[in-house]
């Protein structure tokens, strides 16, 4: 049921994909859900990134590009409206090292689209036609793209947007089952995922509200979609990927991690600090850190006292203390499927 998809020369399996976030998506926190997901993880995105700091040698966006052969197969995001700059930035990502490169046209925040980006150049067709067309011809790896189901619910596009994208040469469309207007709000509409799916050739991953091997399962079946992508849900339960493989290929819903480091909410914590501290300096690595902890240490007895205690540390190693002294139980406690 879900085998996977090739994007291009490259093989994507399973299905599924860790959806880019911005703040979220950078090295290491792709690194962490590939190592708590083990062969379970077909396809990690970065963050968005500006074609304008690419281009105009921003330290700030090049930092962004960095990555690590263990998350490979990797896709780049970029976003932007110019097309030589879009042009200049796909050639920038692709001389980093990236798999894919994905150009974002569903980030709805006004400062993004005020200057044609994102969630606007499903606005602009004949302007979007001739960017992919441009930024094909200056790739040799696959070029992908995200979309939303349209601006507004009286302009749902999705389907016009990917077929214009087939034939622009584009090799997988992502599609986030809300309108711009909707931003995070209600939820994805998984029927119009499906009937893109239904008007391409080329793979369509769906993403919106897949939060268990439950809820994958169901969309799956409802949309028909060659790939799911998931965000938020895997913020909630980082071994997620693994759950929905599993399920999705026939396992129980629910079948634990089997062999997969690290093994407890705890584990994944004390590891994805020595991830960030390996990249960042330790305002960074704390922030980081607190707001995962905050989505992760849910659903348990004691849950929200820990989280009360966790929002008030000063740094990653009293955060960690925390962690240390809560009872076992706790921290070890599995997640629901
Ligand atoms: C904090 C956050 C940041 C996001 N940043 C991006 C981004 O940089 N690029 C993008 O294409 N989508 C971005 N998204 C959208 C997600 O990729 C995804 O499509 C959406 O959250 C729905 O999937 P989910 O319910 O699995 O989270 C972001 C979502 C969240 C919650």
Known sequence: ?????????????????????????????????????PDMLGLVVSEFISIEGLTRSDLRSHAMLRHVAAERPLAIQIFGADIDRMAEAAT???AAGADVVDINCGCPVPKVVRRGGGAELMRAPA??????????????????????T????????????????????????????????????????????????????????????????????????RSGVDGLAIGRGALADPWIFSR???????????D????????????????????????????????????FATSLLRGFAGAAALRQR??????????????????LAAVHADLAA
């Not at 399973?14 to 997901?37: D, H, I, K, W, Y």
């Not at 302007?127 to 939303?148: D, G, M, N, Q, Y």
């Not at 929905?244 to 629910?254: D, K, P, S, T």
């Not at 407890?264 to 980081?288: G, I, M």
Request: glycine share 10%; net charge positive.
């Open 310 to 327: 966790i929002a008030v540390t000063r740094g990653s190693g009293e955060l960690l203390g925390v962690l240390r002294g809560a009872p």
């Open 150 to 221: 349209g601006w507004d619910a009286e302009s749902i596009n999705c389907v016009e947007i990917a077929r214009l994208a087939e034939d622009a040469g584009v090799a997988m469309v992502t599609v986030h089952g809300r309108t711009r207007q909707q931003a995070y709000q209600g939820l994805a509409d998984w029927q119009q995922i499906g009937l893109v799916k239904q008007a391409v050739s080329i793979p369509v991953v769906g993403s919106g509200d897949v939060a268990s091997a439950g809820s994958a399962r169901e969309r799956m079946m």
């Open 127 to 148: 302007h979007l036609e001739r960017l992919l067309r441009a930024v094909r011809r200056e790739l040799s790896v696959p070029l992908t793209l995200k979309i939303r």
């Open 1 to 37: 049921m879900l085998s996977g998809f090739r994007i291009g020369a490259l093989d994507i399996r399973p299905g599924l994909v860790l959806a880019p976030m911005a703040g979220v998506t950078e090295s290491p926190f792709r690194q962490l859900m590939r190592e708590c997901n």
């Open 256 to 291: 634990g991690v089997s062999g997969a480091a690290p093994s407890s909410r705890r584990e994944v914590l004390e590891r994805y600090a020595e991830l960030l501290a390996a990249q960042h300096p330790e305002r960074t690595v704390a922030a980081r850190l607190r707001m």
């Open 92 to 94: 920038l990502v692709q």
């Open 244 to 254: 929905v493989a599993r399920a999705l290929a026939g396992g129980r819903v629910g």
